[in-house]
């Protein structure tokens, strides 16, 4: 089906069709899971397999490195899987001091409901999405509020995944090079060393591309504007400080606590949160006095962006 044939708002929301979308993100969901899997096995057969049943340090390093996968993993779920921010169609303007705050109403084109100033609408999702940075082809999801912590912990754990093996094979190169290790060793003797190499490539190829990502994320956080923001044609979103957009993503509560670097949901007050996506949701039914008066309100001052 296409994006007409889903019921899409102007036949706009979508660029590609439903399907292509659906495929591309099983084939790379499918390759992420495939290289863990892969390096896993490769570590543990060919690289620490006797390392661990020489001494306690092997078996250090593959509990540590079973658990850099296991976070990466998790918290590419998580990302997959959350809430990215999406605005709701009840979504109201926030009001200021009881009073209906000087804003101009924003109607998004496509989505045909209010739209916060901090939200952009993804045309993969068919959605508003609060500070959205890009829509993820790793993920099949947006990336916004709800599961900026997740990317950015699955991409940093990526990273360190990929760092991580290759300090410990150029370690037992060194060893078998210099003499530093048992008479049987089989890493020094050659035994898997093909998937050893291969491995070596694989961890190259993913720490260029996932140090890339995270250096332009710590980039998006230290200038607080996201991708969407910094393009010429969307919205600046500088307003806060770095140390704020941080709190924003990892959560409002206090400074840095280990929270920050676990897979767990952000914690906001309720009134942070408000502030943070613009709008509020009712809590009750509106009279039909209120409602007419809402939707003379949109009529006039309505702004479709």
């Not at 959605?127 to 940075?133: G, P, Q, S, W």
């Not at 037992?172 to 035994?191: I, K, L």
Request: hydrophobic share 40%; charged share 15%; aromatic share 12%.
């Amino acid at each position: 089906p296409t994006a007409s044939d889903l019921g899409c708002p102007r036949a706009a929301c979508f660029r590609v069709p439903f399907i292509t979308m659906q495929v591309s993100t099983i084939i790379t969901v499918t390759i992420i899971y495939v290289l863990f899997g892969f390096s896993e096995v490769v570590m543990s057969r060919y690289v620490l397999g006797d390392w661990a049943q020489h001494g306690i340090m092997g078996t250090v390093h593959s509990y540590v490195y079973i658990a850099l996968i296991s976070l990466a993993l998790v918290c590419h779920f998580r990302t997959a899987n959350a809430d990215p921010g999406t605005v709701p169609k009840n979504a109201e303007p926030l009001e200021d001091n009881g009073k209906e705050s000087r804003f101009v109403y924003r109607e998004c084109r496509y989505c045909e409901a209010y739209r916060p100033s901090r939200a952009h609408h993804c045309s993969f999702c068919d959605a508003c999405i609060i500070k959205l940075d890009h829509h993820c082809p790793w993920t099949g999801q947006c990336i916004g509020i709800g599961n900026h912590k997740y990317f950015l912990l699955f991409v940093g754990y990526t990273t360190v995944a990929c760092t991580y093996p290759l300090l410990l094979i150029v370690y037992r190169f060194a060893a078998c090079r210099w003499g530093f290790t048992w008479e049987d060793d089989q890493f020094c003797a050659g035994h898997g060393r093909f998937w050893v190499y291969v491995l070596v490539v694989a961890a190259i190829l993913m720490f260029m591309f996932t140090s890339c990502i995270v250096v332009d994320q710590i980039d998006s956080i230290r200038y607080t504007r996201t991708a969407m923001a910094a393009l010429p044609a969307k919205d600046k979103d500088r307003h806060t400080a770095a140390s704020s957009n941080l709190r924003e993503i990892f959560g409002s509560t206090g400074g840095f606590t280990a929270g920050w670097l676990l897979p767990t949901a952000p914690s906001f007050s309720s009134d942070d949160w408000e502030r943070i996506v613009g709008y509020s949701t009712p809590t009750s039914a509106e009279s039909p006095d209120e409602e007419m008066g809402a939707e003379s309100m949109t009529m006039r001052g309505a702004q479709r962006v």
